[in-house]
Structures are given as structure tokens and as C-alpha cells.
């Protein structure tokens, strides 16, 4: 019955924690994901997003992945590219970290578990925590680099090499 109560209780505090995140982040200003930080930056080793696809073999999982906006319709809706104009693409990639930011920020928030957890239980809860977080951080990962390649060349037929819009 202590391990029942045990159970409920931490699948309620993610359940409880990954939403409030969730809506939270969704509620940031979009401008402050703008910028590829460094936590957003692709690195060399990701190749363009093609690390992801060879070791993880993304395009065959990522449709799986549950996406917000069926728990909150008014979030970005990441399961597909509505458009391939220039503001389209930014506002995805835009989203992209968001979302990525979101998962990172319910990896750090795991050692809260170890509050009211023996310390295997809140080992298992920051197992839960890497493993149902990775694949929504990688799929981020993946996307990210494909969208900026998009909007580099976007820009360069919007744009001269002056910065001068084109007409």
C-alpha cells in the first residue's frame, strides 16, 4: 500500500510538474528564444542534425512523439511546417527552442523528487525524467539545424549583400 501511495504520488507530481512547465514556458515571450545561444547552438558534432538521424534514427519516431497543442491548443503546433515563408521558418525554429527549453528545464528539476522519496524511488523518477525528456530534446536537435539551413537560404534570396531587402 506505501509503495501504491509512493507511485501515485510522484505520477502526479510530473503529471502536475510537465504541465505547469509546459503552460509556463508557452507563455514566455517568444523573442527571448530567438537567439541561438549556446544551448540551442548546433554543434559540430550533430552534423547538421545528421548525428540524430544516423544514431538515433529520428524520422522513423518523431510523428510518435506527443506534441502540446493536443494538451493546450493554443501552444505552437510542432508536427508540421505550415509554411515555408521566411516568418514561418523563424517562428518554428523559434519553437524549437522553446520546446527543447521546456524539456531541459523538467531534467532540472529532478532532485526536487528526492524531497519526499526513498533514494531509489527518486532514482527512478530522474530515469523517468532523462528518458521521457531525451527523445522530445533530440527530435528539438534534430529539426533545428534543417530549419536554419531553410532560413539562411530564405534570407538570401530576400536579401542582397548590403542587408537591402530585395524587390
Known amino acids: 500500500m506505501k509503495l ?21 514556458i508557452m507563455h514566455v515571450p517568444r523573442k527571448l528564444f530567438q537567439h541561438q545561444g549556446y544551448l540551442f547552438k548546433s554543434h559540430t558534432f550533430e552534423d547538421g542534425g545528421h548525428f540524430w538521424q544516423r544514431y ?8 510518435q512523439l506527443p ?7 493554443s501552444s505552437f503546433n510542432h508536427r508540421q511546417l505550415v509554411s515555408t515563408d521566411l516568418n514561418a521558418l523563424q517562428t518554428f525554429s523559434t519553437e524549437t527552442n522553446r520546446a527543447e527549453f521546456t524539456h531541459w528545464l523538467s531534467l532540472l528539476i529532478c532532485p526536487l523528487f528526492y524531497l519526499w522519496n526513498p533514494k531509489w524511488a527518486a ?10 525528456s531525451l527523445p522530445f530534446i533530440i527530435v528539438q536537435r534534430y529539426n533545428r539545424p534543417k ?12 536579401y542582397d549583400n548590403t542587408g537591402t531587402k530585395k524587390r
Open 4 to 24: 501504491i501511495r509512493l507511485f501515485i504520488r510522484n505520477t502526479i507530481a510530473w503529471m502536475l510538474i510537465q504541465l505547469s512547465l509546459s503552460y509556463t
Open 56 to 63: 538515433f534514427k529520428v524520422k522513423k519516431w518523431k510523428q
Open 67 to 73: 506534441d502540446s497543442s493536443s494538451i493546450f491548443p
Open 123 to 132: 532514482r527512478i523518477n530522474i530515469f523517468y525524467a532523462f528518458f521521457s
Open 147 to 158: 530549419l536554419q539551413q531553410l532560413i539562411t537560404k530564405k534570407e538570401r534570396r530576400l
